[in-house]
């Protein structure tokens, strides 16, 4: 079992930048498959980035198109996170931000992922 928990987010003008953390309880994400989605209200909660680690090397990222260059996923070792960096936000960056892992094969599809944190709420004013 794999306890995920969220942080970081909060209200940010537009073109500000916002770190969102996720940890994971009681291990490491050491070749976890973790993804960050995102659910804007009335949506469909989508795939927003995802990497999969073996110690401290990436061998996986993706990201959604819309994000690309924007935003960053890192783990913190010594934290024993997995963070998503986001700058220039925009209003239509605006959801409830979901961490998520699985053991499976990366994927963008959320129903791949076995895991979820509780979300962290991203607000971005123009």
């Known amino acids: 079992q794999v306890q995920l928990v969220e942080s970081g987010g909060g209200l940010v003008q537009a073109g500000g930048s916002l770190r969102l953390s996720c940890s994971a309880s009681?291990?490491?994400?050491?070749?976890?498959?973790v993804g960050w989605f995102r659910q804007a209200p009335g949506k469909e909660r989508e795939f927003v980035a995802g990497a999969t680690w073996s110690s401290s090397y990436v061998y996986y990222t993706d990201y959604v198109e819309s994000v690309k260059g924007r935003f960053t996923i890192s783990t913190d070792n010594a934290k024993n996170t997995v963070d998503l960096r986001m700058n220039s936000l925009k209003p239509e960056d605006t959801a409830v931000y979901y961490c998520?892992?699985?053991?499976?094969?990366?994927?963008?599809?959320?129903?791949?992922?076995?895991?979820w944190g509780q979300g962290t709420q991203v607000t971005v004013s123009s």
């Open positions: 009681g291990r490491t994400f050491n070749m976890l498959n």
């Open positions: 998520a892992a699985t053991y499976r094969s990366p994927s963008s599809t959320k129903d791949s992922y076995d895991y």
